[in-house]
């Protein structure tokens, strides 16, 4: 097992409950990825067996502690310091509350002043040495919730290894127009366009599940509460437009709102378990300002 209270961001120690060989430790008991037990074994990473370097032939015993530490990474972009609200944090996980109109993920256009620009800032400060993982992203007028891995183990553990299934990730959003059922599912498949920026619904596109649920029906609009099964670009969004409720402010799948300077759309709630503690972990941000204000405006 992980012992608990001796665990880094780059630094694994394990206690064996058993006899057994390095590659069932590395790959079935602290799980790592056949990759990464493999470049641990080829020396990305120190690794030693109580204290000393690993065993020759390999066998381990009961009670035998083995430390991986792994080296310092660097980023190619620029380090930047904002306030961003920290909403959980362990030795694999940094989960924040994105603002709207901020871009998660640097392009060629835009290598400034965006949440990894930022992020880097907190892992400076922390002293954390080590590349900005997102296990999630968020559009940039869409504001909540995001999950950062503090290492590649984490990383590949919650976007495609044996925790990315405990996953589940819940919206908030304000429509135009009331549900017409108190709760459902939208299963319309959806497919890029030619300028690769909208999304349609079409029969060639690829499987898109959307759980939905009214927090409140209005005469003129609702708000809905949503649970994705499936993780398409602008899901949501183009899910609720197809079925008539486009999300108020959405120009892209709908119209403009004067209530509203971008879509109505939060991610409210996480549920998930960190990698190596196992631990269940549950994370809710709250609505923010301006979209508070869009429901008592439109009452």
Known sequence: ????????????????????????ALLDMMKFSVRGSIGIKNGEGRLTVNGEERPKNGQLKKGDIIKIIFEDESSDYKTQYKDIKILYEDEDLLIVDKPAFM???PTKSHLEDTLLNYIQGIFESKNIKSKVRFVSRLDRDTSGI?????NSFSHYALSQGFVSDKIKKYYTAVVKN??????????LKIAKTDDDMRRIISQNGQEAVTHYQVLKNEKNFSIVRLLLETGRTHQIRVHLSAIGNNIIGDELYGEKSELIS???LHCSRLELVSPRSMKEIVVESKLPDDINVLI????
């Open 103 to 105: 871009v998660v993920h």
């Open 178 to 187: 009331p549900m017409k059922d108190e709760k459902g599912t939208i299963k």
């Open 1 to 24: 097992m992980y012992i608990e209270d001796r665990q880094k961001y780059n630094e694994f120690i394990y206690v064996c409950d058993n006899d057994m060989n390095l590659k069932t």
């Open 296 to 299: 008592e405006e439109l009452k």
């Open 146 to 150: 995001i999950t950062v891995a503090k």
């Open 262 to 264: 971008r879509q109505a």
